[in-house]
């Protein structure tokens, strides 16, 4: 079963701010990780597939990056409506696992 | 847009079973897999298992002798049992569309809102 490390587990950042979560795996994954967003009472959202592919529709201020074991969801410019709970995924071997989240505040 | 609805008691006893259905709107069941995901109070979500519009099923290994899932295609619904429960499955349950392609999975594309699962006597 591969693990993901995700980090950190709960951040506060200002308008205006660029925010990095780290998602870790625990073998090589290729760059099978998507990126969700959720919001309290809300269904999560799905924004970055195949670890940098942005979901249609999605704000581009979302970005993706990484290969095999080592992934970043960067939120540039960051804005108050992007207070949520983000997760990593990975779908690259069954069980399908999650990193732990990030809850991410804005001040 | 397809939306996905949880639907199920709110609260089970110790050693019963547990049972959830998932209703699917704006869309049709098939030809999609279909998951059911769980995240206990403090912790981090947890897959369970899928099945496909025709029935075919995988579950995690950490559920497996506990666990079924169904499919009412007339209903455009499927469902999930979980037997013998405890308080560790105290969980927010939610269902969610998979995303196959020919060349591989590729996670969930459409979640539900989630429900709210205590075992407790």
């Known amino acids: 079963e591969t693990t993901l490390t995700q980090s950190p587990a709960f951040m506060s950042a200002t308008p205006g701010d660029t925010v990095n979560i780290s998602c870790k795996a625990s073998q090589d994954i290729d760059d099978d990780v998507n990126w969700y967003q959720q919001k309290p009472g809300q269904a999560a959202t799905f924004i970055i597939l195949?670890?940098?592919t942005l979901v249609p529709g999605i704000s581009p201020r979302f970005t993706g990056s990484g290969y095999g074991t080592d992934f970043t969801l960067t939120i540039n410019n960051i804005e108050s409506e992007d207070a949520a709970y983000y997760f990593c995924l990975q779908h690259d071997s069954i069980p399908w696992t999650f990193g732990q989240g990030t809850k991410v505040e804005i001040k | 847009q397809v939306q996905l609805q949880e639907s199920g008691p709110g609260l089970v006893k110790p050693w019963e079973t547990l049972f959830l259905t998932c209703t699917v709107s704006g869309g049709s069941i098939s030809p999609y897999y279909w998951s059911w995901i769980r995240q206990p109070p403090g912790k981090g979500l947890q897959w369970i298992g899928y099945i496909f519009y025709s029935g075919s099923t995988d579950y995690n290994p950490s559920f497996k002798s506990r666990v079924t899932i169904s499919v009412d295609t007339s209903k455009n619904q499927f469902s999930l049992r979980l037997s013998s429960v405890t308080a560790a499955d105290t969980a927010v349950y939610y269902c969610?569309?998979?995303?196959?392609?020919?060349?591989?999975?590729?996670?969930?594309?459409?979640w539900g809102r989630g429900t709210l699962v205590t075992v407790s006597s």
């Open positions: 969610v569309r998979v995303v196959r392609r020919s060349s591989g999975w590729y996670g969930f594309d459409y």
């Open positions: 195949e670890a940098t």
